[in-house]
């Protein structure tokens, strides 16, 4: 660690700081609508860049790039296949969502089905973001930070005490950012930092690619290519981290629930300004999607070749950053860094708030609340998760199977089947509330049963899939056997515009192009002869692109011509 470092960090991260502020400074924070869901009026770019750095965070960029040094670019299943279910969140869910104009996940919940189910889901919701979700963020976001800046060699303290330390410290810079501004202060900050991450994520494969080829970038991707090529194969076998099969079952539905039922994601698009503002900025977010085989998984690959031999696996992204990144840029990686950490803390921080105040306080503790007084409580249990998630994060360490895996299988215990109830409840209006108790109790029970208890050789996510086809029939059953008296039926609450982006559709299908095509294209070093897939997909991706800007440019100037033609009535 040295000035030239602790400069350039302070000197970004500053300046982040002031332009939020700056932004902020007129804004309401104090209402409900202000602090949980920035007043209704996020517009698409804005949408999803604070999608993706909530998103894109260091326990990706540590825990992928660490499958990734140990399998290879298959695990960019995790990334590229949620383009499907961002579709379904534009066409399917948003829709519903904003036409009820709900603030959290639970707040349908409980409209569909009844109180009880809610708090059952604020529960779960709650206890995985504290225990689960935050300290994994904090943690690899410590460990990541500190191998940037050698904290612990420059205090001359250990290890594990240096990520102590790098854990309070960004605990406590999650708290200043999303407790004291709310969604709009973090969806500010995350457009600024959105665009240093992807320039400085894409910095280090490319400067990885020169190391490998001895100061020579095409040489470096010569070697890639041809020796141990496989690696570049993006078709996950029986024994890697996500299986085709896997890929395309229980892997949309773990992606669906992230996507279009968890609130710390969907949060955002629920503070769109209008339905159209939101598919849209679902859309750009699937494109974006697109982007972090390259700032995710590449970096993994090129460190298997540069470090075939490291201790651990999640080792292998910030092995690479201390190689290739020249003293310089350190403090400006280490912002954008810090940046993508404080995206993903404060977002989930910001729901867990949200859904205490609107779920658990207001419907069981005071239900009399006034609104400032639910954003009061709000803040103080978020300052409560943040302190449990940085006494939890340190304790990680232990984690087996790498650190991404081991998240998305803890996950597993609940995600399914919440987005199974979700999903029932959209499209048979008929389910009782028992249904979803019991689909809940089943879902959860039987997936720490089978993949805990056990002792079968089935990847989680084939377990997943058969639980939720378990839970559908069961709630099919059940719904079938005692149904509603009345069907529950959608109303509008008239809380945006609800108009849709016209060419939603088309928009999805050349999203959905591009991702075969991206799978396609590196699945050639695998030995499937997929080529012509690979050129076909990008050959409609790009005609979609270009229908898309003639489309807009059309329709800018029949806005133009409508205003002068109001003009010249006018006069």
Known sequence: MNVQQILSFFIFTVLVALITWWKLRKSDTRSQQGYFLAGRSLKAP?????LMLT?????QLVGLGGQAWQSGMSVMAWEVISAIPLIFLALIFLPKYLQRGIATIPDFIEERYDKTTRLIVDGCFLIATGICFLPIVLYSGALALNSLFHVGESFGISQGAAIW????LLGLSGICYAVIGGLRAIAIADVIYGIGLVIGGLMIPILGLMAMGDGSFLQGVQQLTSVHSERLN?????????????????LILVNTFYWCTNQGIVQRTLASKSLAEGQKGALLTAVLKMLDPLILVLPGVIAFHLFPQLPKADMAYPALVNKVLPLPLVGFFGAVLFGAIMSAFNGFLNSACTLFSYGIYSRVINQQAEPEKLVSVGRRFGLVVAVVSVIIAPWIASAPEGLYSWMKQLNGIYNVPLVTIVIMGFFFPRIPPVAAKAALLFGIVSYIIVHYLVSFELHFLYVLFFTFSINVLLMLLIGWLKP?????????AF????QPWRPVKIASLGVLTAMIGVYSGLAQFGGYPTRWLSILSYFCAAGVVLYLFINSYRQRQKTRLDCLEQREDKL
């Open 46 to 50: 804005v949408i999803a860049a604070s």
């Open 495 to 498: 809380a945006v515009d609800m």
């Open 165 to 168: 330390f790098m854990v309070t």
């Open 234 to 250: 993006s078709i996950g076998g029986s024994h890697d981290p996500v299986p085709l099969g896997a890929a395309l079952t229980g």
């Open 55 to 59: 998103n894109l965070s260091t326990e």
């Open 484 to 492: 509603l008296a009345q069907p529950f039926k959608f109303r509008d």
